[in-house]
T-cell receptor
Framework: GAVVSQHPSWVICKSGTSVKIECRSL??????MFWYRQFPKQSLMLMAT?????????EQGVEKDKFLINHASLTLSTLTVTSAHPEDSSFYIC??????????FGDGTRLSIL | AQKITQTQPGMFVQEKEAVTLDCTYD???????LFWYKQPSSGEMIFLIY??????QNATEGRYSLNFQKARKSANLVISASQLGDSAMYFC??????????????FGTGTQLKVEL
């Protein structure tokens, strides 16, 4: 079946650094990718919707300059957390749809900012 | 108003028993889709089952079935013959608009299921 790969699965970095998370659709062309954030024991909150070749659409309250999203190809979207701070620590998870497939999720990235 | 409501923060079920996880939704769009995902402690989101608003029959996938009551706007997940490996968080989600529209999912708050011996 369809597979979405997300990398890295876990990252720890110092406050002030930028972190890039990749989301790849492995066996289908993802016309749309979504980025979610999840705090412990809470639901997934959509951050932005990313369509290939166009600017991402951010949800209300999400800083687009803080969370940079690039969807340069039909199989890859990246989320860059710029100048990360401890409050950005969270579980980030991407999903992708395309070719009539239901929305499939990556395995998520646990981000810890020290 | 909440678009997806899951009223059970936690549920316990004995192994081999069936369990129903509740989900109600709110939309004025005639075309929508309802999804259930399982999230184990490792974090990945596993797609379980899908029900389209125009589907005449309730969806079934192995031990999972979706009790779709359109007039009540409910889409409860039924897991039959529970297994220890079913212990996880379960999310109900809704897509408003037709399939292929690239529409986002709205998630409920989830139900933590624990299967006991």
């Amino acid at each position: 079946g369809a597979v979405v790969s997300q990398h890295p699965s876990w990252v720890i970095c110092k406050s002030g650094t930028s972190v890039k998370i990749e989301c790849r659709s492995l066996d289908f062309q993802a016309t749309t990718m979504f980025w979610y954030r999840q705090f412990p024991k809470q639901s997934l909150m959509l951050m932005a919707t990313s369509n290939e070749g166009s600017k991402a659409t951010y949800e209300q309250g999400v800083e687009k300059d803080k969370f940079l999203i690039n969807h340069a190809s039909l199989t890859l979207s990246t989320l860059t957390v710029t100048s990360a701070h401890p409050e950005d620590s969270s579980f980030y998870i991407c999903s992708a749809i395309g070719g009539g497939q239901p929305q499939h999720f990556g395995d998520g990235t646990r981000l810890s900012i020290l | 108003a909440q678009k997806i409501t899951q009223t059970q923060p936690g549920m316990f079920v004995q192994e081999k028993e069936a369990v129903t996880l509740d989900c109600t939704y709110d939309t004025s769009d005639p075309s929508y889709g309802l999804f259930w995902y399982k999230q184990p402690s490792s974090g990945e989101m596993i797609f379980l089952i899908y029900q389209g608003s125009y589907d005449q029959q309730n969806a079934t996938e192995g031990r999972y079935s979706l009790n779709f009551q359109k007039a009540r706007k409910s889409a409860n997940l039924v897991i039959s013959a529970s297994q220890l490996g079913d212990s996880a968080m379960y999310f109900c989600a809704m897509r408003e608009g037709p399939t292929g529209g690239g529409n986002k999912l709205t998630f409920g708050t989830g139900t933590q299921l624990k299967v006991e011996l």
